[in-house]
Nanobody, 124 residues
């Protein structure tokens, strides 16, 4: 089981960028698929992006394609979310998630372990 801690959130103007990090502790980070999710006030949590165990396969929500990039450094047990061209509708609490999997494709509903989240606020 891994434990996850997010960082890098903050307040940014529309059109700006932020880079989120998620540090994992515990065993076998490299055997876990990782994902990012977000939750806006009053709304359900939604999938943002995922990356498989070796970084060879990524998936994105349509709303962030071309603007966000997920990546990972297994040697540092860390996953990143680079967010560019931010919009006010990207505001929310961003959480990373993990699931032990060596598959290329991981469904958003497969994730089992969650971090506490980091707030991202995009002003117009």
């Amino acid at each position: 089981q891994v434990q996850l801690v997010e960082s890098g959130g903050g307040l940014v103007q529309a059109g700006g960028s932020l880079r989120l990090s998620c540090a994992a502790s515990g065993r076998s980070f490299s055997t876990h698929a990782m994902g990012w999710f977000r939750q806006a006030p009053g709304e359900e949590r939604e999938f943002v992006a995922s990356i498989n165990w070796n970084g060879g396969f990524t998936d994105y929500a349509d709303s962030v394609k071309g603007r966000f990039t997920i990546s990972r450094e297994n040697a540092k047990s860390t996953v990143f979310l680079q967010m560019n061209s931010l919009k006010p509708e990207d505001t929310g609490v961003y959480s990373c998630a993990a699931v032990r999997s060596l598959s290329s494709v991981v469904a958003p509903t497969d994730f089992q372990t969650w971090g506490q989240g980091t707030q991202v606020t995009v002003s117009s």
